[in-house]
């Protein structure tokens, strides 16, 4: 799917329809104009929000457009599919990924929604506290996709699955076989785990740890361990 996606000229994505409000597409629709406004000018539209965006009991005092603004720039990050593994690859590999919303007049470039989500992630950081903003989320796919000068990854396989990890699948091994079109996950020329559904995810985890130790001679992988798993849900080794 990789070579899919990174062939392809154009790929086109739906966001899904409106949600059951009566005003859902006026919202989406000013969520995309505003979020283009705020990426031709953000240094203006952050100074504004952090003026004029008040919570709790100054909440009175908040500019109305403004804050109906950001609530619609909340709901469009709040949309599933920012949430999804296997997004990561699509948005990040095509040359032109154009996202709908609804229908087929309400649109906007993945280039838009990066650039957003990039400059908030760095500087914006009390807006996307106070407004439960979801921006993070996709900016992810922003860092598993960096690269350096050179054109090369900034970040290794496991760094990559790291960055990765706040997204959703319903099938756990796509955590790791959703990310295989990165260029990262080839080391001396093959990949570090082939995509074997017939395993089974607590296989596929010990597979390429085992695989990324070996083959890199690094014990990078365990410094990132994460204990917040449910126990039982994976029978992993203690390591």
């Given at each position: 799917m990789g070579a899919v996606y990174g062939k392809a000229e154009h790929v086109l994505y739906w966001l899904g329809p409106f949600n059951y409000q009566e005003d859902a597409e006026f919202r989406a629709r000013l969520a995309i104009r505003f979020l283009r406004r705020f990426n031709n000018n953000p240094h203006e539209y952050l100074r504004a929000a952090h003026q004029h965006l008040h919570f709790g009991d100054d909440i009175g005092d908040t500019d109305g457009e403004l804050l109906n603004s950001w609530v619609a720039i909340k709901e469009l990050f709040d949309i599933e599919y920012f949430h999804r593994a296997w997004i990561i690859q699509e948005v990040g590999l095509a040359h032109h990924a154009r996202l709908f919303w609804g229908t087929q007049d309400v649109w906007l470039d993945w280039t838009e929604v990066a650039a957003f989500c990039s400059f908030m992630d760095v500087t914006g950081a009390s807006i996307i506290n106070h407004l439960q903003l979801k921006s993070w989320v996709a900016n992810h796919i922003n860092l598993v996709w960096a690269k350096d000068s050179y054109g090369k990854p900034v970040f290794s396989f496991v760094e990559v699955l790291h960055w990765a990890r706040v997204h959703r699948s319903t099938d756990p091994r796509d955590y790791i076989f959703a990310l295989l079109s990165h260029s990262s996950a080839i080391v001396?020329?093959?990949?570090?785990?082939?995509?074997?559904?017939?395993?089974?995810?607590a296989q596929a985890y010990t597979e390429l740890a085992l695989n990324v130790i070996e083959r890199t001679n690094s014990l990078q992988i365990l410094a990132f361990v994460d204990h917040h798993e449910e126990p039982g849900v994976l029978i992993l080794p203690t390591w």
């Open positions: 001396d020329g093959s990949l570090l785990i082939q995509p074997n559904y017939t395993i089974t995810p």
